[in-house]
């Protein structure tokens, strides 16, 4: 069945500490993907997103995403992470001309000061 | 600009009552979406709304489940005869019209549905 997975469902870091969240998907076709965020108390908001072309991307608040096809990955990375950047991440994607979003079971990150 | 907007923010309700949930997306926005929110299936589409065209009911889970758009803009989720699992946050998105290539969900605050 198609699906997105994450891979790590807890992530804890120390400010200024690198962010890397794995996604990958199952799907040989054309896909599109996004990265989506939700901050505590707060609704979910689009980080990035990858349609077609250059396949790094770079989004909102300092984080860039990459898609490699041979590995059928979209991974989430920020060099630098902040406390804010506390939230629950979510990969998605919508498969050839699908309209609907396939999420992930998402990624909850806490960054210690 | 007023995001996507949804009621109530919360419900409790009892086991085999009717529940309305309602959306009001983003003016200008053609596509309206609702997806579920539980603690077991994670983040999951339920329906799929595009202009004047037949709505995608592919992701309803029953159907005790409906959903519909008055007018292209409002659209509300019903759930019959609720039952425990219905519990979730149903959440509602909107986008601009599919065929531009770039289009992307703007999603509300939800709605908690509990079924006690």
């Known amino acids: 069945a198609q699906s997105v997975s994450q891979h790590n469902h807890h992530v804890i870091l120390s400010e200024a500490a690198s962010l890397e969240l794995g996604c990958n998907y199952s799907?040989?076709?054309?896909?599109?993907l996004f990265w989506y965020v939700q901050y505590p108390g707060q609704h979910l908001q689009l980080l990035l997103k990858?349609?077609?072309?250059?396949?790094l991307v770079k989004g909102i608040k300092g984080f860039e995403a990459e898609f490699i096809k041979s590995k059928f990955s979209f991974n989430l990375r920020k060099p630098s992470v902040q406390w804010s950047d506390t939230a629950e991440y979510f990969c998605?994607?919508?498969?050839?001309?699908?309209?609907?979003?396939?999420f992930g079971s998402g990624t909850r990150l806490l960054v210690r000061p | 600009g007023a995001g996507v907007s949804q009621s109530p923010s919360n419900k409790v309700t009892e086991k085999g009552k009717d529940v309305e949930l309602r959306c009001d997306p983003i003016?200008?926005?053609?596509?309206l979406y609702w997806y579920r929110q539980s603690l077991g299936q994670g983040l999951e589409f339920l329906i799929y709304?595009?202009?004047?065209?037949?709505?995608?009911k592919s992701g309803l889970p029953s159907d005790r489940f409906s959903a519909e758009r008055t007018g292209g803009s409002v659209s509300t989720l019903t759930i019959q005869r609720t039952q425990q699992e219905d519990s979730a946050v149903y959440l509602c998105?909107?986008?601009?019209?599919?065929?531009?290539?770039?289009?992307?969900?703007?999603f509300g605050p939800g709605t908690r549905l509990t079924v006690t």
């Open positions: 998105a909107s986008s601009l019209d599919l065929a531009r290539s770039s289009y992307e969900q703007y």
């Open positions: 799907y040989g076709g054309t896909v599109n």
């Open positions: 990858y349609f077609s072309g250059d396949p």
């Open positions: 998605a994607a919508s498969l050839g001309s699908s309209y609907k979003l396939i």
């Open positions: 003016s200008g926005h053609t596509a």
């Open positions: 709304f595009q202009g004047n065209s037949a709505p995608d």
